[in-house]
């Protein structure tokens, strides 16, 4: 479960950014402003992030705040996962990113496994919409919704690509050190546990 103080700072930004869409008022957008980098100081004292790099995150985001969504393809190779070694921190994830406007969630899963991994495939189904604070990933400053995506491969091949350097497939025992940040060692092996259940239901939250 997400730390407290982690909640809290979210919900301050939240507030804030909601209030400074909407708000007219010279001293309410004050008072929004204040309530912001409120929650810049608590981000920046419970981590090892710079209160500059937090402000300009938080500076980037405009309007009714929202969760973010993050879509990871699942692709198996026999008895294997596929992952893509992110060149940011040197670990291994799902291929995947953040959602774009106009895709649905199935073309931005084809669209990351491609540029990330070299293969051509095609979404089967939806396996998993998680919400990040009830999972054991670190500390960060959005709310976050994980959508995993169940692939198969029809064409293509093993490629590195602008944000990985290495792509391989990974059977359940033998996991490499992973990217805690995109994806767990308990949410890999529940990917495991779908394939070696088909017909199991999607998991909510």
Not at 52 to 78: C, S, W
Not at 82 to 100: F, I, M, Q, S, T
Not at 126 to 138: G, I, M, Q, S, Y
Not at 155 to 183: K, Q, W, Y
Request: charged share 30%; net charge negative.
């Amino acid at each position: 479960m997400e730390q407290k103080w982690l909640s809290w700072a979210k919900e301050i930004q939240a507030i804030a950014q909601t209030g400074l869409a909407y708000a007219k008022d010279v001293y309410d957008i004050e008072r929004y402003q204040a309530l912001r980098e409120l929650s810049v100081d608590i981000l920046a004292n419970y981590t090892f992030e710079s209160k500059e790099k937090i402000r300009l995150a938080f500076a980037g985001e405009e309007g009714y705040a929202t969760p973010k969504v993050d879509v990871r393809g699942v692709v198996f190779q026999g008895d294997k996962i596929l992952l893509v070694r992110e060149k940011l921190d040197g670990k291994w994830a799902l291929p995947g990113g953040w959602g774009d406007i106009g895709l649905s969630p199935s073309e931005v899963v084809v669209k990351e496994i491609t540029e990330e991994s070299g293969f051509q495939t095609e979404a089967i189904r939806l396996l998993a919409l998680l919400d990040k604070k009830f999972h054991n990933h670190p500390p960060e400053p959005y709310h976050i919704y994980k959508l995993f995506i169940l692939c198969r491969i029809v064409g293509g091949a093993a490629m590195e690509g602008v944000e990985t350097s290495a792509v391989s497939f990974f059977a359940e025992d033998e996991l490499p050190e992973l990217s805690e940040e995109r994806n767990t060692k308990e949410q890999l092996l529940t990917m495991f546990h779908y394939l070696h259940n088909p017909d199991k239901s999607v998991i909510l939250d």
